[in-house]
């Protein structure tokens, strides 16, 4: 059996793919308050699905932001189409509960094993998990993160680094 929180994201998948709207029942007191939570999606092999999530969580409880990110990670990843009924038994669901942010002064005191980071130039922001397959160093870490942005490599920006507690 997995982790609660990878039922709960399973559950809601599951419902919207056949169709349902998911629901939250009865919460134990953990998950009674609102977390920042990404919910990413694995297919076979190993490859990325779906992953989306929040920095700061917008629902009032954390079982809803975690069904919130399932469903939007299976139906609204822009970059992948909606995941289908057959394919829910082939994915692997991670949740990712975000601690809080910290402003990053010095780049060493990053560890991409460690930390994620949010990035942003004022106007464009972008965030990166930690621990991701094929980032080993702050620099690739951060190159990644100005990319996805769209923020150029010289820009100036700011840097906050998260860690996270991760259940699959």
Do not use: N
């Amino acid at each position: 059996m997995s982790h609660p929180y990878v039922e709960l994201a399973r559950q809601a998948i599951r419902a919207v793919t056949a169709g349902d709207r998911p629901t939250v029942g009865p919460l134990p007191p953990e998950l009674d308050r609102g977390r920042p939570v990404f919910v990413s999606l694995h297919g076979p092999g190993g490859a990325l699905r779906g992953c989306v999530g929040h920095t700061d969580s917008d629902e009032p409880s954390m079982a809803r932001e975690i069904v919130s990110m399932a469903v939007a990670a299976a139906q609204e990843d822009t970059r992948f189409s909606p995941v289908r009924p057959e394919e829910l038994a082939t994915l692997d669901i991670e949740v990712s509960v975000l601690g809080p942010h910290e402003p990053v002064t010095d780049l060493e005191s990053l560890d991409p094993r460690r930390y994620g980071v949010v990035i942003s130039d004022g106007r464009r922001r972008a965030v990166l998990l930690p621990d991701l397959p094929g980032i080993d160093t702050v620099e690739q870490q951060l190159s990644i993160a100005r990319r996805k942005a769209g923020i150029s490599p010289d820009a100036p920006i700011r840097v906050d680094r998260f860690e996270v507690e991760v259940y699959r």
